[in-house]
C-alpha cells in the first residue's frame, strides 16, 4: 500500500479525485485549508507533509514566509511544480515522511492534512516524532484526520473515485467503522480522539483535538 499514491493514485489522476469531488467534499476540504491558513503567521516557515499535486500549497504561501512541500511521488511533483510555477515561496521535495532530511527546529508550521496520518501507510507515531523534531519550540505541528460524523460522505466520495476508476472496486466486506477497503488493496482508516490523544503521549508537546465543520478532526501539536 505504501506505494499506491506513487504506482497508482498520482499526479492527474491524484487531481481527478479532488475535481470530481461533490459540494460537501469541496467543503470539507476548503474549511481544512482555511483552519491551517488561521494557524500561520506571517513569514512562518511551514512544511507540508504529503502535498501531492501542490492542491493546498498556493493558499498556504499566500500567507507563509516559505512554503516546503514533500511527497514521495516524483509524478505528482512534477505536476506540482507545473501548477505552482510562478509562486516564488515554495519549494517541493521528494521525501518520506518519517526520514526528514532537515535539521532540528527547522519549521514553525508542519501539516499534514486530508488523513495523511492514514494514507501514508506508516507508523503514526514515528510521522509525529519526526514533524515534532523539526518544530521550533512554539512552533505547531497539525494533523487531520475525518470525523465520524463525516462517514456518509466520506463514503459517497469514495465510491465516486471508484466508479471513475480511479480506485478499485469497494470491498464492502471490509469497509465499515470508519476504514475504507478496496479490492484493489487501497485502505483508509480514520482515527479517533482517543487514538490521537494516545499517539503524541510520551513528546513534550502540548495536545488539542479539535473538530472542523464537522468533517474533520484536528491534532494540534504545540512543541515546548
Request: glycine content about 8%; overall charge neutral; charged content about 25%.
Amino acid at each position: 500500500m505504501s506505494g499506491y499514491y506513487v504506482d497508482r493514485l498520482s499526479a492527474h489522476r491524484l487531481r481527478r479525485v479532488y475535481e470530481i469531488a461533490p459540494p460537501r467534499i469541496r467543503q470539507y476540504l476548503d474549511a481544512e485549508v482555511s483552519h491551517v491558513l488561521e494557524r500561520i503567521r506571517p513569514g512562518d516557515t511551514v512544511l507540508e507533509l504529503g502535498c501531492g499535486y501542490g492542491r493546498a500549497i498556493p493558499r498556504l504561501a499566500s500567507r507563509a514566509g516559505l512554503v516546503i512541500g514533500i511527497d514521495t511521488s516524483p509524478a505528482s511533483l512534477d505536476l506540482a511544480q507545473e501548477m505552482l510555477g510562478p509562486i516564488s515561496n515554495c519549494r517541493l521535495l521528494n521525501m518520506d515522511a518519517v526520514a526528514l532530511a532537515f535539521r532540528d527546529h527547522a519549521f514553525d508550521l508542519v501539516v499534514c492534512i486530508q488523513n495523511g496520518i492514514s494514507a501514508f501507510h506508516v507508523d503514526p507515531k514515528h510521522l509525529i516524532g519526526e514533524s515534532l523534531r523539526v518544530t521550533r519550540p512554539g512552533g505547531k505541528v497539525l494533523l487531520a484526520t475525518y470525523s465520524d460524523k463525516f462517514w456518509e460522505h466520506r463514503l459517497k466520495w469514495f465510491e465516486i473515485q471508484s466508479e471513475a476508476g480511479l480506485l478499485g472496486e469497494l470491498d464492502l466486506a471490509r469497509t465499515g467503522n470508519g476504514v475504507i477497503a478496496c479490492k484493489d488493496g487501497f485502505t483508509g482508516r480514520a482515527f479517533s480522539r482517543a487514538q490521537l490523544l494516545s499517539l503524541t503521549t510520551g513528546f513534550d508537546a502540548k495536545t488539542e483535538i479539535l473538530e472542523i465543520d464537522e468533517s474533520s478532526l484536528f491534532c494540534e501539536i504545540l512543541v515546548r
